[in-house]
Nanobody
Framework: QVQVVESGGGLVQPGGSLRLSCAASGSRFRLYVLAWYRQAPGKERELVATIATGGATNYVDSVKGRFTISRDNTKNTVYLQMNNLKPEDTAVYYC??????????WGQGTQVTVSS
């Protein structure tokens, strides 16, 4: 069983920045494919960004140029740096960890609210 714990959410004004962190347990962290999802009220969960074992990244179009996903295998942690935040980025952000053959593991989520 892998434990996934997000942190770093909060209230920020439009144009501001936040950095989310996600710690995942397990000795094979370097083999995990990691992702950030978000779910806004009344909407389906949306894939925001992914980072592969080798560091390749992908982003949903709406966050390209504003969000950066990164990983630190020495700390078993994945980050999501979010800049120039907009009200439409308001959502609960979830971290997901998986590797080949695993069912995938979710964190409990962290709330991000962008409002003046």
């Amino acid at each position: 069983q892998v434990q996934v714990v997000e942190s770093g959410g909060g209230l920020v004004q439009p144009g501001g920045s936040l950095r989310l962190s996600c710690a995942a347990s397990g000795s094979r962290f370097r083999l995990y494919v990691l992702a950030w999802y978000r779910q806004a009220p009344g909407k389906e969960r949306e894939l925001v960004a992914t980072i592969a074992t080798g560091g390749a990244t992908n982003y949903v179009d709406s966050v390209k140029g504003r969000f950066t996903i990164s990983r630190d295998n020495t700390k078993n942690t994945v980050y999501l740096q979010m800049n120039n935040l907009k009200p439409e980025d308001t959502a609960v952000y979830y971290c997901h960890a998986m590797w080949a053959g695993s069912p995938g593991y979710w964190g409990q989520g962290t709330q991000v609210t962008v409002s003046s």
